[in-house]
Protein backbone atom coordinates (compact mmCIF):
# COMPACT_ATOMS: atom_id res chain seq x y z
CA UNK A 1 0.00 0.00 0.00
CA UNK A 2 1.43 3.56 -1.14
CA UNK A 3 -0.47 7.07 0.49
CA UNK A 4 0.26 9.88 -2.17
CA UNK A 5 0.63 13.38 -0.25
CA UNK A 6 -2.91 14.76 -0.72
CA UNK A 7 -3.45 18.10 -1.64
CA UNK A 8 -7.02 18.38 -2.76
CA UNK A 9 -9.25 21.04 -1.49
CA UNK A 10 -12.06 18.51 -0.47
CA UNK A 11 -13.07 15.88 -0.34
CA UNK A 12 -9.49 15.85 1.18
CA UNK A 13 -6.65 14.62 3.19
CA UNK A 14 -8.19 12.48 6.78
CA UNK A 15 -5.95 11.32 9.40
CA UNK A 16 -4.20 8.17 8.73
CA UNK A 17 -4.49 7.33 12.07
CA UNK A 18 -8.83 7.94 12.07
CA UNK A 19 -8.42 5.77 8.59
CA UNK A 20 -6.78 2.73 10.14
CA UNK A 21 -9.37 2.74 13.59
CA UNK A 22 -12.33 3.14 10.70
CA UNK A 23 -11.02 0.17 8.94
CA UNK A 24 -10.14 -2.04 12.04
CA UNK A 25 -13.69 -1.58 13.20
CA UNK A 26 -15.35 -1.88 9.62
CA UNK A 27 -16.70 -5.23 10.36
CA UNK A 28 -17.39 -5.65 14.05
CA UNK A 29 -17.78 -2.37 15.72
CA UNK A 30 -16.50 -2.70 19.09
CA UNK A 31 -17.98 -6.20 19.85
CA UNK A 32 -21.42 -5.56 18.51
CA UNK A 33 -20.98 -7.46 15.42
CA UNK A 34 -21.96 -5.20 12.77
CA UNK A 35 -20.45 -1.61 11.38
CA UNK A 36 -21.12 1.87 12.23
CA UNK A 37 -23.13 1.77 8.59
CA UNK A 38 -25.25 -1.57 9.68
CA UNK A 39 -26.64 -0.18 12.81
CA UNK A 40 -29.93 1.80 13.93
CA UNK A 41 -29.36 5.29 13.96
CA UNK A 42 -31.21 5.07 17.33
CA UNK A 43 -29.45 2.02 18.93
CA UNK A 44 -27.71 2.36 22.35
CA UNK A 45 -24.12 2.07 20.09
CA UNK A 46 -25.40 5.09 17.64
CA UNK A 47 -26.60 7.55 20.43
CA UNK A 48 -23.11 7.23 22.11
CA UNK A 49 -21.37 7.52 18.66
CA UNK A 50 -23.35 10.65 18.50
CA UNK A 51 -23.40 12.25 21.84
CA UNK A 52 -19.78 11.40 22.53
CA UNK A 53 -18.98 13.67 18.92
CA UNK A 54 -21.28 16.36 20.18
CA UNK A 55 -19.92 16.68 23.53
CA UNK A 56 -15.57 16.48 22.11
CA UNK A 57 -16.62 19.43 19.65
CA UNK A 58 -17.99 21.28 22.28
CA UNK A 59 -14.89 20.88 23.92
CA UNK A 60 -12.75 21.46 21.43
CA UNK A 61 -14.14 24.80 20.43
CA UNK A 62 -15.59 26.10 23.70
CA UNK A 63 -18.64 26.05 22.50
CA UNK A 64 -20.90 27.87 25.19
CA UNK A 65 -24.12 26.28 26.67
CA UNK A 66 -26.89 28.58 24.75
CA UNK A 67 -25.62 27.37 21.10
CA UNK A 68 -27.12 24.04 19.61
CA UNK A 69 -24.14 21.78 17.88
CA UNK A 70 -26.39 20.48 14.70
CA UNK A 71 -25.47 17.60 12.25
CA UNK A 72 -26.93 18.31 9.07
CA UNK A 73 -27.09 16.24 5.91
CA UNK A 74 -26.91 18.23 2.24
CA UNK A 75 -23.07 19.35 2.82
CA UNK A 76 -22.27 23.17 2.32
CA UNK A 77 -24.74 24.61 -0.32
CA UNK A 78 -27.75 23.65 1.53
CA UNK A 79 -26.92 25.89 4.17
CA UNK A 80 -26.52 28.61 1.53
CA UNK A 81 -30.80 27.98 1.56
CA UNK A 82 -30.83 27.10 5.68
CA UNK A 83 -29.57 30.35 7.00
CA UNK A 84 -31.82 33.04 5.40
CA UNK A 85 -34.64 30.51 5.79
CA UNK A 86 -34.49 30.42 9.27
CA UNK A 87 -32.50 33.49 10.14
CA UNK A 88 -34.01 36.34 7.76
CA UNK A 89 -37.20 37.88 9.99
CA UNK A 90 -37.06 40.74 8.04
CA UNK A 91 -36.08 39.27 4.44
CA UNK A 92 -32.74 41.65 4.89
CA UNK A 93 -29.39 40.14 4.86
CA UNK A 94 -25.84 41.95 4.09
CA UNK A 95 -23.30 39.83 2.39
CA UNK A 96 -19.36 40.39 1.98
CA UNK A 97 -18.15 38.67 -1.29
CA UNK A 98 -14.90 37.36 -0.78
CA UNK A 99 -14.93 34.46 -3.33
CA UNK A 100 -17.23 32.28 -5.29
CA UNK A 101 -18.90 30.35 -2.14
CA UNK A 102 -19.80 33.70 -0.21
CA UNK A 103 -21.47 34.74 -3.87
CA UNK A 104 -23.46 31.76 -4.68
CA UNK A 105 -24.48 32.08 -0.76
CA UNK A 106 -25.69 35.24 -1.67
CA UNK A 107 -27.08 33.99 -5.20
CA UNK A 108 -29.15 31.53 -3.06
CA UNK A 109 -30.04 33.79 -0.68
CA UNK A 110 -32.10 35.93 -3.12
CA UNK A 111 -34.20 33.47 -4.14
CA UNK A 112 -36.13 34.48 -0.90
CA UNK A 113 -35.12 37.32 0.66
CA UNK A 114 -33.14 40.85 -0.09
CA UNK A 115 -29.77 39.89 0.05
CA UNK A 116 -27.34 42.43 -0.89
CA UNK A 117 -23.24 42.35 -1.19
CA UNK A 118 -21.60 45.05 0.83
CA UNK A 119 -18.52 44.91 0.47
CA UNK A 120 -16.70 42.85 -2.45
CA UNK A 121 -12.67 42.08 -3.15
CA UNK A 122 -13.93 40.74 -6.96
CA UNK A 123 -12.00 44.14 -8.91
CA UNK A 124 -8.77 42.02 -7.82
CA UNK A 125 -10.01 38.69 -8.50
CA UNK A 126 -10.43 37.92 -5.30
CA UNK A 127 -6.80 38.17 -3.74
CA UNK A 128 -7.42 40.23 -0.43
CA UNK A 129 -9.85 40.79 2.10
CA UNK A 130 -11.32 44.12 1.99
CA UNK A 131 -11.74 46.45 4.30
CA UNK A 132 -14.79 45.67 6.71
CA UNK A 133 -14.03 48.37 9.70
CA UNK A 134 -17.18 50.28 8.69
CA UNK A 135 -19.81 48.99 6.12
CA UNK A 136 -22.70 49.93 5.03
CA UNK A 137 -24.58 47.81 6.98
CA UNK A 138 -28.26 47.91 7.04
CA UNK A 139 -30.56 49.01 9.76
CA UNK A 140 -32.78 46.33 9.51
CA UNK A 141 -30.30 43.49 8.54
CA UNK A 142 -30.97 40.27 9.45
CA UNK A 143 -27.42 38.88 9.68
CA UNK A 144 -23.91 40.15 8.07
CA UNK A 145 -22.84 36.60 6.30
CA UNK A 146 -18.67 35.67 5.84
CA UNK A 147 -16.91 32.86 4.36
CA UNK A 148 -13.84 33.17 6.83
CA UNK A 149 -11.50 30.77 4.80
CA UNK A 150 -11.75 31.20 0.99
CA UNK A 151 -10.87 27.86 -0.17
CA UNK A 152 -10.63 28.87 -4.10
CA UNK A 153 -8.74 31.64 -3.80
CA UNK A 154 -6.77 31.33 -0.69
CA UNK A 155 -7.43 33.83 1.89
CA UNK A 156 -8.82 34.56 5.41
CA UNK A 157 -10.22 36.88 7.57
CA UNK A 158 -7.93 37.69 10.38
CA UNK A 159 -10.22 40.08 11.63
CA UNK A 160 -14.18 39.97 12.14
CA UNK A 161 -16.09 42.34 10.22
CA UNK A 162 -17.71 45.22 12.32
CA UNK A 163 -21.52 44.13 11.85
CA UNK A 164 -22.81 47.05 13.61
CA UNK A 165 -24.43 44.68 16.15
CA UNK A 166 -25.74 42.28 13.70
CA UNK A 167 -25.55 39.04 13.74
CA UNK A 168 -22.47 37.36 12.30
CA UNK A 169 -22.96 33.93 10.04
CA UNK A 170 -19.58 32.05 8.75
CA UNK A 171 -19.10 29.48 6.31
CA UNK A 172 -16.05 27.90 8.23
CA UNK A 173 -16.03 24.81 5.50
CA UNK A 174 -12.42 25.28 4.66
CA UNK A 175 -10.90 25.82 8.42
CA UNK A 176 -13.83 24.16 10.60
CA UNK A 177 -11.11 23.12 13.72
CA UNK A 178 -7.66 24.32 12.46
CA UNK A 179 -7.74 27.04 14.97
CA UNK A 180 -9.43 28.41 17.85
CA UNK A 181 -12.49 30.19 17.35
CA UNK A 182 -14.51 33.13 19.74
CA UNK A 183 -17.74 31.28 19.48
CA UNK A 184 -19.56 33.79 20.91
CA UNK A 185 -19.22 36.45 18.53
CA UNK A 186 -21.07 34.42 16.20
CA UNK A 187 -25.17 33.84 15.27
CA UNK A 188 -24.13 30.78 13.80
CA UNK A 189 -20.95 29.22 12.46
CA UNK A 190 -21.30 25.99 9.97
CA UNK A 191 -19.11 24.19 7.91
CA UNK A 192 -19.39 21.02 5.34
CA UNK A 193 -16.97 18.60 6.59
CA UNK A 194 -15.63 17.33 3.83
CA UNK A 195 -12.55 19.80 3.64
CA UNK A 196 -11.34 19.50 7.01
CA UNK A 197 -13.06 17.07 9.19
CA UNK A 198 -15.01 13.98 7.83
CA UNK A 199 -16.49 12.68 4.88
CA UNK A 200 -18.37 14.58 2.21
CA UNK A 201 -22.57 15.16 2.84
CA UNK A 202 -22.68 16.35 5.91
CA UNK A 203 -22.59 20.17 7.17
CA UNK A 204 -21.78 21.27 11.20
CA UNK A 205 -24.13 24.15 12.46
CA UNK A 206 -23.48 25.46 15.82
CA UNK A 207 -25.90 27.97 16.30
CA UNK A 208 -26.85 30.81 18.92
CA UNK A 209 -30.44 29.14 21.05
CA UNK A 210 -32.23 32.58 20.09
CA UNK A 211 -31.54 32.56 16.62
CA UNK A 212 -33.83 29.30 16.29
CA UNK A 213 -37.33 30.16 15.25
CA UNK A 214 -39.47 29.13 18.49
CA UNK A 215 -42.47 28.12 15.90
CA UNK A 216 -42.72 25.68 12.98
CA UNK A 217 -41.68 27.63 10.23
CA UNK A 218 -45.32 26.51 7.66
CA UNK A 219 -43.61 27.76 4.31
CA UNK A 220 -39.90 26.18 5.02
CA UNK A 221 -39.57 22.08 4.15
CA UNK A 222 -39.11 20.74 7.86
CA UNK A 223 -35.50 19.01 6.63
CA UNK A 224 -34.86 22.82 6.36
CA UNK A 225 -35.37 24.22 9.64
CA UNK A 226 -32.51 24.25 12.66
CA UNK A 227 -35.42 24.06 14.84
CA UNK A 228 -36.20 20.38 13.78
CA UNK A 229 -32.46 19.43 14.01
CA UNK A 230 -32.34 20.88 17.53
CA UNK A 231 -35.56 19.59 18.67
CA UNK A 232 -34.79 15.94 17.93
CA UNK A 233 -30.92 16.10 18.72
CA UNK A 234 -30.22 16.21 15.03
CA UNK A 235 -32.39 12.52 14.79
CA UNK A 236 -35.84 13.44 13.23
CA UNK A 237 -34.62 11.61 9.81
CA UNK A 238 -31.53 8.97 9.70
CA UNK A 239 -28.62 11.27 9.65
CA UNK A 240 -25.47 10.61 8.24
CA UNK A 241 -24.52 8.19 10.76
CA UNK A 242 -21.25 6.97 9.10
CA UNK A 243 -19.74 10.48 8.71
CA UNK A 244 -20.71 11.39 11.74
CA UNK A 245 -18.72 8.57 13.37
CA UNK A 246 -15.56 9.46 11.11
CA UNK A 247 -16.19 13.38 12.42
CA UNK A 248 -16.38 12.12 15.93
CA UNK A 249 -12.94 10.26 15.69
CA UNK A 250 -10.97 13.41 13.71
CA UNK A 251 -12.18 15.33 17.01
CA UNK A 252 -10.29 12.78 19.41
CA UNK A 253 -7.84 12.69 17.16
CA UNK A 254 -7.22 16.77 17.31
CA UNK A 255 -7.84 16.41 21.32
CA UNK A 256 -4.77 13.70 21.46
CA UNK A 257 -3.25 16.34 20.00
CA UNK A 258 -3.22 19.11 21.76
CA UNK A 259 -6.42 20.58 21.26
CA UNK A 260 -6.98 23.69 18.59
CA UNK A 261 -4.45 25.94 20.03
CA UNK A 262 -1.72 23.28 19.58
CA UNK A 263 -2.96 22.62 15.75
CA UNK A 264 -3.19 26.32 14.79
CA UNK A 265 0.67 26.42 15.90
CA UNK A 266 1.18 22.75 13.90
CA UNK A 267 -0.66 25.30 10.85
CA UNK A 268 1.27 28.43 10.84
CA UNK A 269 4.45 26.32 10.64
CA UNK A 270 3.09 24.14 8.03
CA UNK A 271 1.72 26.58 6.13
CA UNK A 272 5.29 28.63 6.72
CA UNK A 273 7.24 26.56 5.25
CA UNK A 274 5.48 26.92 1.83
CA UNK A 275 5.00 30.67 2.22
CA UNK A 276 8.28 31.24 2.56
CA UNK A 277 9.48 29.18 -0.24
CA UNK A 278 7.56 31.14 -2.30
CA UNK A 279 8.57 34.69 -0.95
CA UNK A 280 11.94 34.03 -1.61
CA UNK A 281 11.51 31.94 -5.61
CA UNK A 282 11.97 33.29 -9.06
CA UNK A 283 9.74 31.31 -10.35
CA UNK A 284 6.85 30.36 -8.23
CA UNK A 285 4.60 32.99 -7.04
CA UNK A 286 1.72 33.32 -3.96
CA UNK A 287 -0.80 35.02 -5.14
CA UNK A 288 -2.35 36.36 -2.04
CA UNK A 289 -1.60 39.66 -0.79
CA UNK A 290 0.53 38.67 2.61
CA UNK A 291 -1.81 39.92 5.57
CA UNK A 292 -4.80 37.57 4.12
CA UNK A 293 -3.48 34.61 3.36
CA UNK A 294 -5.25 31.74 4.64
CA UNK A 295 -3.03 28.77 6.30
CA UNK A 296 -5.44 26.18 4.60
CA UNK A 297 -5.48 26.56 0.95
CA UNK A 298 -2.56 28.02 -0.91
CA UNK A 299 -2.41 28.90 -4.66
CA UNK A 300 0.42 29.92 -6.41
CA UNK A 301 1.65 30.25 -10.03
CA UNK A 302 4.60 30.27 -12.20
CA UNK A 303 3.50 33.07 -14.59
CA UNK A 304 2.98 30.78 -17.73
CA UNK A 305 0.36 28.55 -18.12
CA UNK A 306 1.89 25.95 -19.96
CA UNK A 307 5.06 25.41 -17.44
CA UNK A 308 1.90 25.71 -14.36
CA UNK A 309 0.88 22.36 -16.79
CA UNK A 310 4.16 21.02 -17.34
CA UNK A 311 4.72 21.20 -13.05
CA UNK A 312 1.09 19.62 -12.29
CA UNK A 313 2.21 16.34 -14.42
CA UNK A 314 5.68 16.35 -13.33
CA UNK A 315 4.41 16.49 -9.38
CA UNK A 316 1.65 13.82 -9.74
CA UNK A 317 4.27 11.68 -11.26
CA UNK A 318 6.37 12.07 -7.66
CA UNK A 319 3.12 11.62 -5.63
CA UNK A 320 2.03 14.91 -5.11
CA UNK A 321 -1.77 14.94 -5.79
CA UNK A 322 -4.26 17.45 -6.84
CA UNK A 323 -2.11 20.31 -6.95
CA UNK A 324 -4.10 22.10 -10.10
CA UNK A 325 -5.34 25.40 -9.36
CA UNK A 326 -9.48 25.62 -9.12
CA UNK A 327 -10.87 25.54 -12.79
CA UNK A 328 -12.08 29.37 -12.35
CA UNK A 329 -8.37 30.48 -11.39
CA UNK A 330 -6.04 28.58 -13.05
CA UNK A 331 -2.34 27.76 -11.98
CA UNK A 332 -1.72 25.75 -8.76
CA UNK A 333 -3.18 25.19 -5.20
CA UNK A 334 -2.21 23.70 -2.21
CA UNK A 335 -4.57 22.82 0.84
CA UNK A 336 -2.57 21.67 3.73
CA UNK A 337 -5.88 21.05 6.14
CA UNK A 338 -5.42 19.63 9.62
CA UNK A 339 -4.34 15.74 8.75
CA UNK A 340 -1.59 16.87 5.94
CA UNK A 341 1.95 16.05 7.64
CA UNK A 342 4.30 18.30 7.74
CA UNK A 343 6.86 16.32 5.44
CA UNK A 344 4.03 16.79 2.23
CA UNK A 345 4.38 20.11 2.67
CA UNK A 346 8.45 20.32 3.12
CA UNK A 347 8.70 17.49 0.44
CA UNK A 348 6.98 19.51 -2.11
CA UNK A 349 8.72 22.77 -1.50
CA UNK A 350 12.15 20.29 -2.21
CA UNK A 351 10.40 19.41 -5.21
CA UNK A 352 9.45 22.57 -6.18
CA UNK A 353 13.23 23.86 -5.59
CA UNK A 354 14.41 21.14 -8.03
CA UNK A 355 11.51 21.97 -10.43
CA UNK A 356 12.85 25.52 -10.68
CA UNK A 357 16.21 24.60 -10.72
CA UNK A 358 15.90 22.50 -13.95
CA UNK A 359 13.72 25.49 -15.71
C1 LIG B 1 -16.65 23.22 -0.42
C2 LIG B 1 -17.26 24.43 0.14
C3 LIG B 1 -18.66 24.62 0.15
C4 LIG B 1 -19.62 23.66 -0.52
O1 LIG B 1 -19.76 22.46 0.12
P1 LIG B 1 -20.68 21.30 -0.50
O2 LIG B 1 -20.68 20.29 0.58
O3 LIG B 1 -20.03 20.85 -1.76
O4 LIG B 1 -22.02 21.85 -0.75
C5 LIG B 1 -19.14 25.76 0.75
N1 LIG B 1 -18.32 26.67 1.31
C6 LIG B 1 -16.98 26.51 1.31
C7 LIG B 1 -16.13 27.55 1.96
C8 LIG B 1 -16.41 25.40 0.73
O5 LIG B 1 -15.07 25.26 0.73
Redesign the pocket.
Known sequence: MSRVYNFS??PAVLPEEVLKEAAAEMLDYRGCGMSVMEMSHRSKMFTDILETAEADLRELMNIPDNYKVLFIQ???????SMVPLNLAKNGVADYIIT?N?AN??MKEAQRFIDAKAIASSKDKTFTYIPDCSDLPVRENADYVYI?Q????YGTAFKELPNTKGKTLVA????MFLSQPMDVEKYGIIW??V??NVGP??L?IAIVREDLIPAEDLPKVPVMLQYKTYADNNSLYNTPNCYAIYICGKVFKWLKNRGGLEATYEFNKKKAGVLYDFLDSSEMFKATVVKEDRSLMNIPFVTGSADLDAEFIVAAKKEGFENLKGHRTVGGMRASVYNAMPIEGVEELVKFMKDFEAKH
Do not use: L
Open positions: AGGGGNIQFGWKACNNTIDVSSGGQKAGA
